[in-house]
């Protein structure tokens, strides 16, 4: 590389992690999940030529080029690196100012930073890019929907749509484009060169296209075909897609498109796709265009990058070969786990021989050991597709002719051999791949993100079947992702790995218990990372979020003894600015080492600790063992009635008439207030006249009497909006309702301040599943889990009366007019009412602080919808008064289980900050135990070595966690000492929060026992 210019990785602090910056002169490990993209980037014979590039817990981020002085390269540079979909910064290298240029299209101009000014705290440093500094600064830089990918495949689907518009069959308009993604590929990477077109005397595709050359385009496709045998070439002759049938109007949308033409603006694109740099996972992409309307039906949704390299890295772990390994995925869809996992094993191949391997061994690694099935026979063609350009990438010589003369090979046909579809590809089917061909070899991996759909109650289809004959699984509601689960170690050959992405609320809805209590029977669980918080950015079209399990078949750890000691790990990132990098992050706070029989036992320990802390767990439990709202409302002689409202329609029922509810009042779910706990009188109406039918009457008891009445929607801040109401009125079924059968006023008004609380939204966070992990809403059957009991059931009763009575009457205020905003933070009066509510419940001070937190800076930070929410106050560095907060409720912890243990001596707890403001900053917590029994080392030489041990682990780059295929594991340092811990963590606020201080007195008492154990 250019060593003038050696001095700018210096000034940035980008050389203080070696292992993160590779240099153009420098080999890239083949095994690396991004090999191909790095070496592309840094090739010197390449349109990039960048000097090096910087990746950011395992993805390439940034990009260093020499300046050549020609600024109107820019934009050239700029779109060759956009289309690689990876890299988020540009920075152009001079001898005495460099330039900053983002990657998004239409985003203009660039940024200079001086040398002088350069420093490792600027915004182009290691830290500025890996903090918020530097999206603070250009937000307009971070923008996900204007990725290549999401361009690409926008346009796809513009195709498809224009095709259908004159009239052409879906299928044939999305096999038609993918045979121009399949072509353009070829000739932008050079596999069909002037060489080929030469020994086949045709044009270039876009020629042939723009000229409309009906006869070239079915000779040039003819040749293809018997040149590649790739089953993605097939001229089909007797299909409308026909080139030698095609359409003016056809050709011109197939025009357009090559010519990077915007099919919805008619626009020429602000930066042109370039397949010579689009990497093959993201093509993979496509399939949630070729579904096109079909997508919702089939339940499927596009996996994206740093997820397949996330999910494929698990299934591998640890596994001595992975070349040797057979992976199958039973739901491929555009083939992208099986293609990021096929580049995976190559990469491996390649090393172990210690050069690239020819096309000839290329494709036996593949026919070998990468096999795959869907019903839907687009998607297994694209999913070939994905997998020819894998096996086709960087071999030299490029040029297919030159290629296939010196290897005597072509692309061997894997549609119906590797890859299946229809009754062959369909997982529950009786021919599915090893028992369609007995010459498929027992998948060892089985990797999969299947469809999460429910079955059409008309509809029967296989996997129903298949239920029908394994009746002994409980399937809840036909979901397919759960039978697929369980039907996956049938498929499997013995001591295999399972390694799905499932719907969250397969682990984590109550109501999908049974199916965690016999699928962890039946398999070996390793590994569950809950990405519930990162829903919106990880799937924006889906409205479920999803976990990955990690597994392996029962043969594996059914050893006498094992069963009962079986433990998984539980992992719950937290959607951060890592996202804007492609990566994710997981920290110490949010990994969890959980007993499967636990979570057999009590599968709400998956939702409780997706936010809570164990601390706050067994907080919890012991307030539900008081009592739930469940043990007054269930059984017929409960004395509470909770229900919706009528339904307005059932198509299950017949119509009924709506005439009785002539006379009554009404209230619109749409018109219900936007706050608690009272409900103005001013919003009840007479009965919608337009309701002439209803689906059913619901009960008559909700409609009169005590009650409190909440809608299915929280506000923003996950808040339940529970109104009392004395009047006669009805509802529909978008309002829920809780009614007294003894009709106490009072305690009814304290039922809906407490559900309207802070209290009650700090439960709703940690129990309900609905409110938190997917649409924002909260349903009766979760209302009914929070915590509560009535008065005479509680410890002190007569103190408990006055607090009900206390609340009912500043409620009562409000409902006589004079209280403007019962629950606005400004007022006092709903201070005093969560007071009341934490003796009542008896909240401790400590979980009142949590509470507090948790209505004040968690709750706003819960599932973002778009990078623009960044930084949040919990991504924030937190402040001098934060960590003193933080020092403090340790100490009192560790005091408090001193006290249980009956041990002696004191604490004394400090924080300090290492490095604030660097990429790795970190604050460090030293715990010293004011104990005569223990030699008393100088403080000042323990935190001289632990600074000693961290600037070693940062020479070393693992300050920052083992990156593991876009998965940083963010561990904390603990270091102990005669009389003193010491230990060290991330500088983001929301793990020096109560509930972290909490968690980690637990750590430390841990660590302590341990050591003691050791000693003796």
């Given amino acids: 590389m250019n060593n003038g210019l050696n001095h700018w990785f210096e000034r940035l602090g980008y050389d203080a992690f070696p292992q993160a910056l590779h240099y153009s002169s420098e080999a890239i490990n083949r095994t690396h999940p991004y ?37 109107e390269s820019y934009a050239n540079l700029q779109a060759k690196v956009w289309n690689q979909g990876l890299i988020s910064l540009v920075l152009v290298l001079g001898e005495e100012e460099l330039r900053a240029l983002p990657t998004v299209p239409g985003v203009l101009g660039y940024e200079t930073l001086s040398a002088d000014a350069a420093c490792p705290s600027s915004t182009y440093s290691a830290w500025g890019i890996q ?86 385009l079915a000779y040039l496709f003819t040749v293809l075909k018997q040149d590649f045998n790739g089953d993605f070439l097939e001229p089909r002759s007797d299909s409308t897609v026909a080139w030698h049938l095609l359409s003016e109007g056809a050709f011109a949308i197939l025009d357009d498109f090559l010519s990077h033409t915007d099919l919805q603006t008619k626009q020429q694109s ?155 590809g369909d997982f529950f089917g009786d021919g599915y791949l090893g028992e369609y061909s007995h010459s498929t070899p027992k998948p060892t991996i089985l990797i999969s993100n299947p469809p999460w759909k429910r079955s059409p109650e008309v509809e029967v289809e296989s996997f129903e079947k298949w239920i029908a004959r394994s009746s002994h699984y409980n399937i809840t509601q036909n979901q397919i992702a759960i039978a697929y689960a369980y039907r996956a170690s049938e498929v499997l050959a013995a001591q295999a790995r399972i390694c799905l992405l499932m719907p969250a609320g397969a682990f984590l809805k109550a109501s999908n218990a049974a199916f965690v209590e016999t699928w962890l029977n039946e398999v070996n669980l390793l590994r569950l990372i809950n990405f519930s918080d990162l829903r919106n950015l990880l799937f924006p079209a889906a409205k479920h979020p999803c ?50 029989s636990h979570a057999q036992l009590d599968p709400g320990v998956l939702r409780n600790l997706y ?29 509470f009635v909770a229900r919706k409202g009528f339904h307005l329609t059932d198509n299950n029922r017949p119509k009924l008439s709506a005439e009785r509810f002539r006379s009554s009042l009404f209230i619109h779910a749409k018109k219900f207030p936007s706050k608690g706990p009272y409900l103005p009188s001013g919003l009840l109406e007479k009965f ?53 059968r003894q009709n106490d006023d009072n305690l009814m008004r304290f039922l809906a301040a407490y559900l309207s609380s802070d209290l009650a939204t700090y439960f709703v966070l940690l129990t309900a599943p609905t409110a938190v992990l997917e649409r924002t809403q909260i349903k009766v059957s979760e209302v009914e889990e929070l915590p509560f009991y009535l008065p005479e059931d509680h410890p002190d009763p007569e103190r408990a009366q006055a607090i009900v009575a206390e609340i009912a009457a500043i409620l009562k205020k409000g409902e006589d007019g004079n209280l403007d905003d019962f629950m606005s933070v400004e007022e006092s009066t709903s201070l005093i009412v969560e007071r009341l509510l934490a003796e009542y419940f008896d909240i401790s001070g400590t979980l009142s602080q949590v509470i507090r937190e948790v209505n004040d800076i968690v709750i706003q930070a819960v599932q973002p919808t778009t990078l623009k929410w960044f930084p949040t106050a919990l991504q924030r560095m937190p402040v001098k008064s934060v960590l003193e907060d933080y020092a403090q409720t340790l100490t009192l912890e560790l005091r408090r289980y001193r006290d249980q243990l009956q041990g002696n001596g004191d604490f004394e707890t400090s924080v300090r900050y290492w490095h604030a403001g660097a990429a790795d900053g970190l604050g460090i917590v030293t715990i010293r135990v004011t104990d005569s029994n223990h030699n008393n080392i100088s403080s000042n030489v323990v935190a001289e070595a632990v600074d000693v041990i961290l600037e070693r682990l940062r020479e070393l780059d693992l300050l920052q966690g083992i990156t593991q295929g876009g998965l940083a594991l963010a561990s904390d340092v603990l270091v102990q000492s005669a009389n003193e811990i010491i230990f060290a963590k991330p500088l983001i606020h929301r793990l020096w929060l109560t509930s972290a201080a909490l968690d980690d007195a637990v750590r430390i008492l841990a660590s302590a026992q341990s050591k003691t154990k050791a000693a003796s």
């Fill in 35 to 71: 090999s191909a993209e790095l070496n592309a980037l840094m090739d010197p014979h390449g349109q990039v030529r960048a000097l090096a590039v910087f990746e950011i817990d395992g993805v390439p981020g940034v990009c260093f080029v020499a300046d050549d002085g020609d600024k």
């Fill in 270 to 424: 602000f930066w042109g796709y370039d397949f010579n740099y689009i990497p093959v996972e993201l093509l993979s992409g496509l399939y949630e265009s070729f579904l096109g309307e079909d997508k919702s039906s089939f339940g499927a949704y596009y996996t994206p990058r740093h997820l397949a390299n996330l999910a494929v890295e698990e299934a591998f772990r640890g596994l001595d070969d992975i070349t040797q390994q057979v992976v199958c995925d039973g739901a491929c869809g555009s083939g992208i786990l099986l293609t990021t996992a096929f580049r995976r094993m190559l990469g491996a191949a390649e090393a172990k021989a210690g050069a690239a391997l020819p096309l000839k061994a290329r494709s036996e690694l593949l026919v070998g050991h990468i096999f795959g099935g869907d019903v839907n026979k687009s998607a297994c063609q694209v999913t070939v597709f994905s997998l020819y350009l894998s096996l086709l990438e960087n071999l030299i010589p490029k040029d297919i002719i030159s290629l296939t003369d010196e290897a005597h090979v072509r692309l061997p046909n894997l549609l119906g051999k590797n890859i299946f579809y229809g009754s062959a």
């Fill in 688 to 740: 919608p006249a337009e309701y002439l039918t209803v689906g059913d009457y619901g009960s008559d008891e909700l409609y009169e009497g005590a009650r409190v009445i909440f809608p299915d929607g929280l506000t923003t801040s996950r808040r339940i909006r529970a109104c009392f109401a004395n009047r006669k009125f009805n509802f529909s079924n978008s309002l829920g309702c809780i009614r007294d």
């Fill in 611 to 639: 936010w809570g802390s164990k601390f706050e767990m067994a907080q919890l439990a012991i307030l539900r063992m008081r009592g739930i709202i469940g043990n007054l409302s269930r059984g017929k002689e409960a004395r």
């Fill in 547 to 596: 976990v990955l399990a990690v597994a392996e078949t029962q043969n594996i750890w059914l050893e006498a003894g094992r069963q009962t000691t079986r433990t998984f790990d539980y992992f719950v990132p937290k959607a951060d600015l890592s996202l804007a990098y492609g990566r994710l992050t997981i920290h110490a706070s949010d990994r969890h080492k959980l007993a499967v």
């Fill in 131 to 216: 903090s918020s500094q530097l999206i603070e600064r250009h937000p307009d830089w971070f923008q996900p929907d204007k990725r290549v990918d999401r361009a690409l495949l926008k346009n796809l689907q513009l195709g498809v749509l224009a095709l259908e518009d004159l009239n052409y069959a879906i299928e044939d308009a999305q096999y038609l484009m993918a045979q121009i993604l399949f072509v353009s590929y070829l000739e932008h990477r050079g596999i069909i060169g002037d060489e080929y077109r030469s020994a086949r005397k045709v044009r270039s595709f876009h020629e042939l296209v723009r000229s409309r050359d009906h006869k070239g």
